[in-house]
């Protein structure tokens, strides 16, 4: 649930909720850093997308990686990507040496669609 951003993603839910981390003093504007997060108590699933939350839009951060892990006996997604001061994932929008980064997992499931030349069949498929 991401009640605390002011736009409800109508399409997707998250039941991690939307975490906000925000990185401060970096060396130069528009510096590119490394992100590493832990998703703790999180099932083994290939249906987890990443996704953010940036000017009051929700979208898919294509560029992360997600790993399933296990942290002391816990079930967890370790989620890596790259973020950049100013840059198309950041929610400021402009170099200044502080990064806000509203991010979480979603779960997707499969859509239900009609193949060309089959309009009496249906399948499901990740889309």
């Not at 925000?22 to 997308?49: H, M, R, W």
């Not at 399933?68 to 100013?86: A, C, L, Q, R, S």
């Amino acid at each position: 649930m991401e009640s605390n951003f002011s736009t409800v993603d109508a399409n997707n839910s998250y039941p991690k909720r939307l975490i906000k981390y925000t990185i401060n003093c970096l060396l130069y504007l528009g510096s590119i850093i490394p992100v590493e997060l832990y998703f703790t108590n999180q099932a083994d699933s290939p249906n987890l997308k990443i996704r953010k939350y940036k000017n009051g839009v929700y979208s898919e951060i294509s560029s992360a990686t997600k790993t399933h892990i296990t942290v002391g006996g816990v079930p967890t997604v370790k989620v890596i990507y790259n973020i950049t001061d100013g840059g198309d994932l950041y929610e400021g929008g402009e170099a200044n040496g502080e990064i806000v980064d509203p991010v979480s997992l979603t779960p997707t499931t499969p859509t239900q669609v009609t193949r060309e030349g089959s309009a009496n069949t249906t399948k499901k498929e990740k889309i």
